[in-house]
Structure formats: structure tokens, C-alpha cells
């Protein structure tokens, strides 16, 4: 079953909260994950692992680095959820 | 001329308490920091012992945030909250980072961090294990997580000696304020390895204590029923400077750190040179290099694991060292009461040293219910704390470790 925009969204600022302790309504689709959101690479490999399993996608290495605001990753996911 | 050089802030994060003051006043009251653990391992592991002394599970969440805690294994969790706690009490919340340096110890590194992570692989797959897996379990990850806080530019360095680690790590800032490496040298230990894999090792040894239905009195240096050591875990601080860097900021100065000495048994990987020979060398040696006497020192910090093997040479090596002035000399083993820091024993031990030459108190050694008949000539303090001398006196704190090491500082009071 696949997961709605906002289930993303939402999830993902699940996730972006236990790994940096952000409040969760801070991880707005705007934000930039480095410049805004503070979140370093390593970090975001933790948060993207974490997305991975929450939502049964795949995310390899080389896109990460594509994925510069919260509504990259949850396009990205969206997309990988219908692929 | 070799510039004097001083303790000026301690920190401490152990079973007995959350800072150096409350372990201190739990010392100063003979408690216990052994308990039974709240955990399944003994049903699950079929291990034979299911006590340690352990830290307040509270400790790390009430002073450190979340994301930081998360990045840092135990080891580093206390090392960082002490060195915290030690650089607060020196008054030191700004240093030159060019002449700040740190000199720290591990016994065992970052053994939980290693272990969770091969679960991790076993049962979710590679892509499960944290990136910074490595640089947590490294022996120098609390070293660099108390070097990157304090801006500390001018060398962080990790002994790693076994249980007498952190006794080398201080000789070693010793050193370097003595050379004039750096002004302020954050010196001190940690360990945090009570993990069912080091259990079961250290008791298939026949290393601990089995005294599984009085954890409280299992720890037990001296005693005749002894029988084994009590693992414990924290961490130690003491903050090291020349007495004029600490005076010309008008520092509190708790004691001199008068020199150290160290030794080799080269005899066997865990048992100690019986006669304890090679103890006694690097007790001389601590001494000799600080200029002192035997009647001069009037306070031994033990390293008395309570082993049967391990407290008897250790005794009769201090007997031959302090001679006919061996009854002036008050001998404290606190591991009664801590258990077993194994690479944090000596900075705490230290710790308690320190603050014993400056309130004058030697802490008490418990649970000597029948003292050893083979334990002769040293005055052990028992039960309840003892009165130091006024007036200038020294002390040594020892720690002895697997693999023959043997490290030894002398203190003076101020």
C-alpha cells in the first residue's frame, strides 16, 4: 500500500526528529535538509536508511546527493513507490 | 628547573554518583555501587554473575543531548561529562586552544558500539550499520569527543594500558605540562564495557566475583572470603596545570601531581609477578622521580581489585616500599566500593586521592569482614574514614593492569 504526500512528509519529519531532535513542524516541504534543516552528511545518510525502511523504497548513494529540500525526498519517494 | 604542577578541577561520572562531589560523599560513607543488574542476561546467557556497579541510566540523558548522546558510545558519553564537569570546577570555561591538550585512557573503547553493530549486520544487513560505527568504537573516540568541545589544539592522546590506563594517561599530562607542552592538560579515563561478552570472559578467567546473593559486599579487597573483582564503568577528570599558569589566574589548587612512575612485569598476560617485584619498581620509581621519602607518604590509593592473587603482592610491595614508615601510611582500596573502573580506575582513583590530601581523609575500605592474614604490615583503613596528618604530606595512587602494567602518581598536598 503506498503511502500518501502527506504520509511522507509527515514521516519523514518522524524520522528527521529522532535522528536531530528538530521539532517535527520545523521539516517543512521548503526546507533545505544542509541550509535551513542544519542536517549533516552523515545525518542524512542515517535519515535516508530510516526513510528507506519506512516506506519500502530504495534510495542509492549516488541520488542522496540530489536530495536538497524535504519535498526532493518526498517526490523522490513518491516516484520510487509507484517504480 | 621543572615547573610544579597542579590539580585544579576534578569531574567524575561513577557508579556512586553523577559528579566527583557525590562520589566523594558516597565514599566518605561507604556505600555500595554494586547492585544486581536490571537485566535478562543472566536467564538469557546462563552467566554466572548478574551484578556490576553500574552508572545511574539517568546520567547521560540529564546531561547530554539526544543527538549528541546518539553519535557518542558510553565510553565517550562519561568521558564527556566529566571532562565537562572537571573544566567547569578549574573555572575554566575559555582556555587557548593552542596550549590545551588532552590525555586520555581506555581500557576495553567502544565495545557496545562494536557489538550492537554486528547485530545490526546479522539482522538487518549492511545497510543498517550507523556510518559513524568506526569513529564511535575507536579507543580515541572520547579523547576527540573532549578534544573537539574544548578546542584542545595542542595534542589529544589515548593510553591504552588495560586497568592501568588512566593512571599512565595522567603520568603522560604530567609530562607534558612539565615539558611545557601546553598550559591546561584535560587528563582522565573511561570505560563503559559491562556487556554480557566481557562478563562472561572475565569469569571464565575466574576473574569476578560470583557473590551473587550479597552484589553489595562482593567487592571486598583485603578480606579473607575474597573472590574476585566487581566490574564497574565511568569516567575521571582532572584538570592538570603549572602551579604559576594556576596561580596567575587565581585558580583553586586541590594538590600537586609530584611525578609518576611505570613498569613492565613481562611475566604473564593477566596474573601479576607474584612477589610483586615490578609493582614495587614503578612505586619506587614514582617517588624517586618526585623527589620524596617513604616517610613522606601517608596515604596509599590501592589498586586492591579484591582477586585472590592480585591484592597480596600488591600489599607486600608497599610494605617494602614505605620500610619501617610503612604503619604511617593510610591504605584506602575504594574499588570496595566503586567496583572495578578498569580503564577509568585510575583517573577516579586519583580523584579520590586528590580530595583525600585536601580535606585530609582517607576514604575507608568495606567489606573486610576477616582481614587476610597474608595481607602484613599495611594499615588499612576500615569501615569508616580515617584522619590524615596536617602539615606536608604525599600520596600514591597505583594501578595495575593486564598485560603487566604497572603505573603509579604521586600527589603532595598544598
Known amino acids: 500500500m503506498a503511502f500518501t504526500e502527506a504520509e511522507v512528509l509527515a514521516g519523514l519529519a518522524e524520522i528527521v526528529n529522532e535522528e536531530t531532535g528538530l521539532a517535527v513542524e520545523t521539516v517543512e516541504a521548503s526546507k533545505s535538509f544542509t541550509d535551513d534543516l542544519d542536517i549533516d552528511s552523515i545525518s542524512m545518510m542515517t535519515i535516508v536508511v530510516n526513510a528507506e525502511k519506512k516506506f519500502g523504497v530504495k534510495i542509492p548513494d549516488d541520488d542522496v546527493k540530489d536530495l536538497v529540500t524535504v519535498q526532493d525526498a518526498v517526490d523522490y519517494i513518491n516516484k520510487a513507490q509507484e517504480a | ?414
Open chain 2, 1 to 414: 628547573m621543572t615547573p610544579k604542577v597542579v590539580v585544579t578541577g576534578i569531574g567524575a561520572v561513577t557508579p556512586l554518583g553523577a559528579t566527583a562531589d557525590a562520589t566523594w560523599q558516597a565514599i566518605l560513607a561507604g556505600k555500595s555501587g554494586v547492585h544486581t543488574m536490571d537485566n535478562d542476561w543472566s536467564e538469557k546467557y546462563g552467566l554466572a554473575v548478574d551484578f556490576a556497579a553500574q552508572v545511574d541510566p539517568q546520567v547521560v540523558p540529564e546531561n547530554l543531548k539526544r543527538v549528541q548522546a546518539k553519535r557518542l558510545d558510553p565510553s565517550s558519553q562519561f568521558a564527556l561529562i566529566s571532562a565537562r564537569e572537571a573544566m567547569a570546577d578549574a573555572g575554566l570555561e575559555e582556555t587557548d586552544p593552542d596550549r590545551t591538550a588532552v590525555s586520555w585512557a581506555t581500557g576495553i573503547g567502544g565495545v557496545w558500539t562494536l557489538l550492537d553493530a554486528w547485530d545490526t549486520l546479522q539482522e538487518e544487513g549492511p545497510r543498517r550499520v550507523m556510518p559513524l560505527t568506526v569513529p564511535m568504537l575507536m579507543p580515541n573516540g572520547p579523547a576527540a569527543a573532549i578534544g573537539m568541545e574544548f578546542k584542545a589544539r595542542a595534542g589529544v592522546q589515548t593510553m591504552v594500558s588495560a586497568c592501568a590506563s588512566s593512571t599512565e594517561s595522567l603520568g603522560h599530562a604530567y609530562d607534558v605540562v612539565a615539558n611545557g607542552h601546553a598550559d591546561i592538560v584535560i587528563a582522565g579515563g573511561s570505560e563503559a564495557a559491562i556487556h554480557p561478552i566481557t562478563i562472561a570472559s572475565f569469569n571464565s578467567m575466574q576473574a569476578l566475583s560470583r557473590r551473587t546473593d550479597s552484589p553489595e559486599t562482593a567487592s571486598r579487597p583485603y578480606d579473607v572470603d575474597r573472590d574476585g573483582f566487581v566490574m564497574g564503568e565511568g569516567a575521571g577528570t582532572l584538570i592538570l596545570e603549572t602551579e604559576e599558569h594556576a596561580k596567575a589566574r587565581g585558580a583553586k589548587i586541590y594538590a600537586e601531581v609530584s611525578s609518576w612512575g611505570i613498569s613492565n612485569d613481562a611475566y604473564h598476560i593477566t596474573g601479576g609477578e607474584p612477589g610483586g617485584q615490578y609493582a614495587l619498581r614503578a612505586m619506587q620509581s614514582a617517588i624517586d622521580n618526585a623527589e620524596l621519602s617513604p616517610a613522606d607518604i601517608k596515604h596509599v590509593n590501592a589498586h586492591a581489585t579484591s582477586t585472590p592473587v592480585g591484592d597480596i603482592p600488591e600489599s607486600l610491595a608497599i610494605s617494602q616500599l614505605l620500610g619501617s614508615h610503612v604503619g604511617d601510611a593510610l591504605v584506602s582500596a575504594t574499588k570496595s566500593m566503586t567496583g572495578h573502573l578498569l580503564g577509568g580506575t585510575g583517573a577516579v582513583e586519583s580523584i579520590l586521592t586528590v580530595k583525600a590530601l585536601q580535606t585530609r581523609t582517607a576514604p575507608p575500605t568495606i567489606n573486610i569482614d576477616e582481614l587476610d592474614p597474608e595481607v602484613v604490615g599495611i594499615n588499612i583503613v576500615r569501615d569508616t574514614p580515617a584522619e590524615l596528618p596536617s602539615g606536608d604530606i604525599a600520596a600514591i595512587s597505583n594501578s595495575f593492569g593486564f598485560g603487566g602494567h604497572n603505573a603509579v602518581v604521586a600527589f603532595k598536598s598544598v
